[in-house]
């Protein structure tokens, strides 16, 4: 027998041949075992992403500091289902430029993934309901063969002319994350900052790496669950893990340039946007201004005036395109136009305000969409709003947002109570003061009525509803420009009671327009099939009105907080008329419950012939947390109890 010697390096080939031939077999294998474990570990969700990664450059171009963004989204579809994420979006602005776009299908081979590529791409314009025009673009497409087991990625370039204008990095979305990265590559001469928003402790890693004349800064997550969504639940930014990343400051051109940072830096960029502004009076301007102010007694009835001129004359339509997404037209123009968004609208007060002798303060801030307070945060990404602050006396505000039609003087739009608003105090100074958040009190609903038995087991009444604050400010809305058949459907909705078989016979609305005043509607109604007999016996519930009765909490199963749009509170007068022929045998006891968002009273009187309830329910809150659901609870219960309770009438015998 003989042998031949193999030398190091046809050994070393072959081991390679080998390991190679081991590892195609394992890729063969890879999808469909990826698919079954990860099927297995989310079994009710529809997708997964793989790899949600965003990666930015910081560059510094001329006298600007830009930002070249990556994005890479690789989802693996797990069910039938998920041809629902099939079309896909792209969104770019004057902000976020789209640079390069690209999108395939990855389906299951052999060995390995087969591309098949995206190839058709809509660009166009993106309109949205409420913007008269908007520079934002979108970029339409959808990946081919989705199904089970399959991968679709998404690659796309953004350069953020401006580096203060940029987005957060979410590391959750709307199916489960495996893996989520954000990488940001900066010069060493750049200093980057960063605020982490709902991230529970461990859960991102975080590095630093200096290479070269850069810094890598890189956060990665893994195995992040969907992130939940209910109904009323707050916006996605108040519980889902984000970072929020800004350039402080760079050397631009051998100078050191402050881009954000805090407050005096944001209000820095916020002022450039307002100088300039109303250089020239316009002359029919002032006059409107002097017809409206000259019987004024007071300097508030003045203001009252002007802000509720603009808000009659004035048609709310934003309109956001670049920069001008920031920068208010003259008011001047806005007057002549009688249209504009709410910065143009909020600098047309303040410069009416001015004509008028009035000191007012542009002012910025964020709806209740968003979480961020400028002690925490300064940058554009915390305000969204604007609107024209004015100051009686000293350190007291009223806040005036002209772009809510129906919000009386006194108080702010809902929208805004809570938040923190900046205060352009003059060109270089600014002031943050908070925004209150409106008492119960101030948003009233008074139903009072008189009701009679109708039948044998039905009820006829007359009331009137009277609506103030917030709470006319929503129906009043709601009920402009109705047509009579509308209109009469929206009033039986706002009046309705007892069950489905409840018919409004007449009604008539009052001071819709006069923001000073409740919002009347005077009804007559009839309500069948309520009352229950037995035998000489009459049930009458006169808990008509039962709300919050089904609005029990459960903490294992809702585990997002839930919004209320303001604080309020109902009072129901209800008067009825004992039959002739019959006494009462039962009234029910007086009865409270009362915590710090909820709380109820019901009281009962006799009067000669008539019973009269006296209800008032209220609702204490803006942000109900699921720690607080337990007590929550245990006053809707107490409230249900108290529903179900009657007065029982008893014919008389002869």
């Known amino acids: 027998m003989s042998t031949k010697r193999v030398n190091s390096?046809?050994?070393?080939?072959?081991?390679?041949?080998?390991?190679?031939?081991?590892?195609?077999?394992?890729?063969?294998?890879?999808?469909?075992?990826q698919f079954m474990q990860l099927k297995q570990q989310y079994p009710a969700e529809k997708a997964v992403y793989l790899d949600y990664r965003q990666e930015l450059t910081v560059e510094l171009k001329g006298d600007s500091v830009q930002v070249v963004a990556r994005h890479h989204y690789d989802m693996l579809h797990l069910a039938g289902q998920s041809d629902m994420y099939a079309p896909d979006q792209v969104y770019s602005s004057h902000f976020n430029r789209l640079q390069k776009i690209e999108a395939r299908t990855l389906l299951p081979a052999t060995n390995d993934y087969k591309a098949l590529k995206v190839t058709e791409f809509k660009d166009k314009f993106e309109i949205r309901p409420g913007i008269f025009f908007d520079d934002a673009r979108v970029v339409s497409f959808s990946y081919p063969a989705v199904a089970p087991g399959v991968r679709t990625v998404c690659d796309y370039t953004v350069r953020h002319p401006d580096a203060r204008f940029l987005n957060p990095f979410y590391f959750a979305s709307y199916v489960p994350v495996q893996h989520a990265e954000l990488v940001i590559t900066a010069p060493r001469t750049v200093r980057l900052n960063t605020k982490q928003f709902n991230i529970p402790t461990g859960k991102v890693t975080y590095t630093r790496q200096e290479k070269g004349s850069n810094v890598i800064y890189r956060w990665v997550a893994d195995n992040l669950p969907a992130a939940k969504r209910e109904a009323d639940g707050p916006e996605s930014s108040y519980y889902v893990p984000h970072l929020v990343f800004f350039?402080?400051?760079?050397?631009?051109?051998?100078?050191?340039?402050?881009?954000?940072?805090?407050?005096p830096e944001l209000y820095s960029l916020y002022s450039g946007f307002v100088t300039g502004l109303d250089k020239q009076e316009s002359p029919a301007l002032r006059r409107v201004v002097d017809s409206l102010t000259v019987s004024a007694r007071t300097e508030p009835e003045k203001v009252a005036r002007i802000y509720y001129w603009v808000q009659d004359h004035v048609r709310y339509i934003a309109f956001e395109n670049g920069l001008r997404g920031f920068i208010p037209h003259d008011a001047g123009r806005v007057y002549a136009s009688r249209y504009g968004d709410c910065k143009d609208m909020a600098n047309l007060l303040h410069e009416m305000l001015r004509m008028a002798g009035v000191k007012s303060y542009r002012t910025w801030i964020g709806t209740r969409d968003l979480p961020y307070h400028y002690a925490d945060l300064a940058t554009p990404g915390v305000d969204n709003h604007m609107i024209t602050t004015y100051e009686p006396r000293p350190g007291e505000y009223v806040f005036l947002d002209a772009t809510s039609k129906y919000t009386p003087y006194g108080m702010p739009s809902w929208m805004i109570q809570g938040k923190d608003a900046l205060l352009a105090l003059d060109g270089k100074n600014c002031k943050v003061v908070s925004v209150p958040v409106m008492e119960r009190q101030r948003s009233r609903t008074v139903d009072s009525s008189v009701v009679v038995l109708d039948g044998t087991t039905g009820l006829r009444g007359t009331g009137r509803l009277a609506l103030n604050g917030y709470a006319k400010v929503r129906h009043s809305y709601a009920l402009d420009g109705l047509n009579p058949t509308d209109e009469a459907k929206l009033v039986k909705s706002l009046v309705e009671r007892g069950n489905n078989k409840f018919f409004v016979d007449k009604y008539a609305v009052h001071d819709l327009d006069t923001r000073d005043q409740p919002l009347v509607v005077d009804y007559e109604y009839r309500l069948q099939d309520y009352v229950q007999r037995l035998d000489d016996e009459v049930y009458v519930n006169l808990n008509l009105d039962q709300r919050y009765a089904a609005d029990r909490l459960d903490p294992a199963k809702r585990t997002l907080a839930?919004?209320?749009?303001?604080?309020?509170?109902?009072?129901?007068?209800?008067e009825f008329e004992v039959p002739a022929g019959y006494e009462v045998t039962y009234l029910p006891a007086n009865t409270t419950g009362q915590d710090q968002m909820l709380g109820f009273s019901i009281r009962y009187e006799r009067k000669g012939t008539k019973i009269i309830q006296e209800k008032e329910?209220?609702?204490?809150?803006?942000?109900?947390?699921?720690?607080?659901?337990?007590?929550?609870?245990?006053?809707?219960?107490?409230?249900?109890?108290?529903?179900?309770?009657?007065?029982i009438l008893k014919r008389k015998k002869a």
């Open 9 to 33: 390096g046809q050994w070393a080939l072959g081991l390679w041949l080998l390991l190679l031939g081991i590892s195609q077999q394992a890729r063969a294998q890879q999808p469909v075992q």
């Open 247 to 263: 350039v402080e400051e760079a050397q631009v051109n051998g100078q050191t340039r402050k881009l954000l940072g805090g407050v």
């Open 562 to 574: 839930r919004t209320n749009d303001y604080f309020h509170t109902t009072r129901t007068r209800t």
């Open 617 to 647: 329910v209220f609702v204490n809150y803006l942000m109900l947390e699921p720690a607080q659901f337990g007590q929550w609870n245990t006053v809707v219960d107490k409230l249900n109890a108290a529903y179900r309770d009657a007065i």
